[in-house]
């Protein structure tokens, strides 16, 4: 831990908005943690005590990505921050070596209170919710909320931008077919468009497609997040 005992923390998703949005709802507790640095598609170059593996956009946990950063030596605890609570999921993370697996549904006073657990060695694990439903949201941010996207609406739409299939979008986030083609059909009406290439072009100019950058030593100003050290954005 730092000097002064907060947990320093990184957070790390593909998409800088995300990142940005869960380091401004920590933000408030700053006595308590330390966020040393936020990485979109970069690997964690600071050492940390727990590292929020956000799963927006990405692959769930029984594919490799999440090796990666569990094969990192300074990476601390892992926590996975996601929307799907599969009993399966759950299992393969903790089986992987993640001490958390957290609900991002989770009010922002308990999310701090979790990453202080899993920095004193415990292993937490949300209570676990209807698999597939539309999440809460406590906080954070997302590409499209401003347009009125959900997140799943917005997941779903993100996927669509990068080229994925409808099959595809399932099996990555544990959706049905049906589930997925409900999500594009009210995602389609807020955005105004009817085709998937429409549905492309929008996503291209609206933040859809995933980011490459380090931001070190992050300060929220202003109702957003700046950097106040070195913002990288390729390796």
Request: glycine letters at 8%.
């Amino acid at each position: 831990m730092a000097a002064s005992g907060r947990v320093r923390v990184a957070l790390v998703n593909d998409y800088e908005v995300v990142v940005r949005g869960l380091h401004a709802m920590l933000q408030p507790f700053h006595g308590r943690i330390e966020v040393v640095e936020l990485d979109a598609s970069l690997p964690v170059n600071a050492s940390v005590d727990v590292t929020l593996y956000d799963t927006f956009s990405e692959t769930q946990v029984d594919s490799a990505e999440i090796d990666v950063v569990l094969d990192q030596s300074n990476t601390g605890a892992i926590a996975v921050y996601t929307w799907n609570m599969h009993p399966q999921l759950v299992e393969v993370a903790l089986a992987k070596g993640c001490r958390g697996y957290l609900d991002k549904s989770l009010p922002a006073e308990e999310l701090v209170a979790a990453i202080e657990r899993m920095a004193r060695g415990d292993v937490v694990v949300s209570t676990q919710h209807e698999v597939g439903a539309e999440p809460e949201v406590s906080g954070g941010d997302w590409p499209g909320r401003g347009e009125g996207l959900s997140p799943r609406e917005s997941e779903v739409i993100a996927l669509i931008t990068q080229g994925l299939t409808n099959a595809d979008i399932a099996a990555r986030s544990y959706l049905s077919i049906n589930s997925v083609k409900t999500y594009i059909r009210t995602a389609y009406r807020k955005m105004g468009v009817s085709r998937r290439s429409q549905a492309v072009l929008w996503g291209l100019d609206h933040g859809m497609l995933p980011d490459r950058v380090r931001v070190t030593n992050p300060v929220p100003q202003g109702g957003r997040t700046v950097q106040a050290g070195t913002k990288t954005t390729a390796e």
